[in-house]
């Protein structure tokens, strides 16, 4: 009875019909012929609710299910299906409320629609995660009614289900695909600049049309009577570390995702990239201590391990100790390796501060350091300035774009690969720094 009562839920009609009868009695007072009709009314009110609940409590009604992956994707959209059955001979009305998890701090999610007798209603909703972790879905509510819509019945189904939100793999899978395409250098999408090739020798092959005449091996032309090339290929089974730091300056957020989430999605993506390429992937996180450090591999399963590292990351507030990256550097990667180093630096003084560290390691390592521009900065400096106070701003949000340029060519000019990037094309562009390395023969 306790389930019934709680399953059980009267529509606005219901209570509409109960104020209007209200009304009759109330008027019956000046006019006696309402009294009976109020009567009248109040009896098929009843008999009508009657008939509604037991039509709707009859049989077990409506069954759904949610759908969920077995992982979300950081900052991307994300499908939640949802199946209903009805188990009625009669078309019923359905309200759909899903509770969401908490992080995406929504509470007025409702769908209404109407599934025919014995059919069934199947769809799709996205939902966009901005932080890694555990989210927990609540109660799949629906509430069915038939026809007259003056009693409801609820069901719950689904409870508590979990889904882990892991770095951005939809946004790996989309970046393998173009890195592997021989059309990605279309312009806004991806740009490769291939100085020169490696010197890694591959193969003497018949010369055809398209081959660079630089690599003709003119003794192997004498000796077979056609003109014959060398074949390169890009150097393999190279230490590639991305190296990622989680101190407060990575807290910053653009469009409700932090830098270190950022920089977490890129890491994966362009791991993947370099596992493709043959390359051994490697991880480091530090701030004020070393946080992760998985040794670099070409082994198939270490993608697997790059993202379950990335998935446990977290920044807290405390200030990077480059010194402590150094010292475990050169104690733990012996060999020369690319490290792509995610950070940033928002004053010419906290460059200048770390500088002696970064030219350490680039004196062993081939070290990229990647930070990023200020795009609400850029947004300012975009605007037009209608008062003095913000033509003072602008003026300082100028300088502080034109020191983000300052600190790139501060670092190029003491030997330091860098990429300065907006947040959202940090994975790109860090992929063709990439690809521009390799294609040189930096490594």
């Given amino acids: 009875m306790i389930k019934f009562f709680k399953s059980l839920y009267f529509t606005q009609r219901v209570f509409v019909a109960l104020f209007s009868i209200a009304a009759i009695f109330l008027f019956s ?5 309402l009294y009976v009709t109020g009567w009248i009314l109040a009896v098929l009110l009843i008999i009508f609710l009657l008939l509604d609940m037991v039509t709707l409590f009859k049989n077990k009604g409506i069954t759904a299910e949610r759908i969920l992956p077995e992982k979300f994707s950081n900052s991307d959209e994300n499908p939640v299906v949802l199946k209903l059955q009805n188990n009625y001979k009669f078309n019923v009305y359905c309200e759909v409320i899903d509770e969401l998890p908490v992080q995406f701090q929504k509470r007025d999610f409702l769908k209404t629609f109407q599934i025919p007798a014995r059919g069934n209603h199947t769809f799709e909703y996205l939902v966009r995660p901005l932080h890694r972790g555990e989210y927990i879905f609540g109660k799949l509510n629906i509430y069915a009614s038939t026809q007259l819509k003056l009693v409801k019945k609820r069901k719950v189904f689904d409870e508590d289900q979990m889904v882990k939100v892991y770095p951005s793999f939809i ?13 990605i250098s279309q312009p806004g999408i991806k ?21 660079d005449v630089r ?3 003119w003794k192997a032309t004498a000796k077979q009577g056609n003109l014959m090339v060398n074949q390169f290929q890009d150097e393999k089974a190279q230490p590639v570390y991305s190296i990622i730091d989680t101190g407060r300056v990575m807290k910053m957020p653009f469009e409700g995702l932090s830098l270190l989430d950022y920089a977490i999605n890129s890491a994966l993506a362009f791991s993947n990239v370099a596992l493709k390429k043959k390359d051994k992937v490697g991880l480091l996180s530090f701030s004020s201590k070393i946080e992760y450090l998985l040794a670099a591999s070409s082994k198939f399963s270490q993608l697997n391990r790059v993202l379950k590292s990335l998935y446990n990351i977290k920044t807290g507030f405390r200030d990077s100790d480059y010194s402590l990256l150094y010292a475990n550097v050169k104690k733990h990667i012996n060999h020369r390796s690319l490290l792509m180093l995610y950070t940033n630096f928002e004053h010419i003084s906290g460059l200048k501060r770390q500088l002696p560290f970064l030219k350490a390691l680039a004196k062993k ?5 990647i930070f990023f521009e200020n795009t609400e900065v850029q947004k300012l400096i975009d605007t037009e300035a209608e008062s003095i106070p913000a033509n003072a701003h602008q003026t300082i949000a100028e300088q502080f774009s034109y020191d983000k340029i300052k600190m790139a060519k501060e670092l190029q000019r003491n030997g330091i690969q860098t990429v300065l990037t907006k947040p959202e094309e940090l994975s790109i562009n860090t992929i063709n720094k990439y690809l521009e390395i390799k294609a040189r023969g930096l490594l």
């Fill in 29 to 33: 007072y000046w006019f006696e012929f």
């Fill in 191 to 211: 740009k490769i600049r291939r100085i020169g090739h490696t010197l890694e020798f591959e193969q003497i092959k018949e010369y055809v049309a398209g081959d």
């Fill in 215 to 217: 690599t003709i091996n």
């Fill in 171 to 183: 946004q790996m899978k989309k970046l393998d695909f173009l890195a592997i395409d021989n059309k």
């Fill in 365 to 369: 390592h081939v070290l990229v350091v």
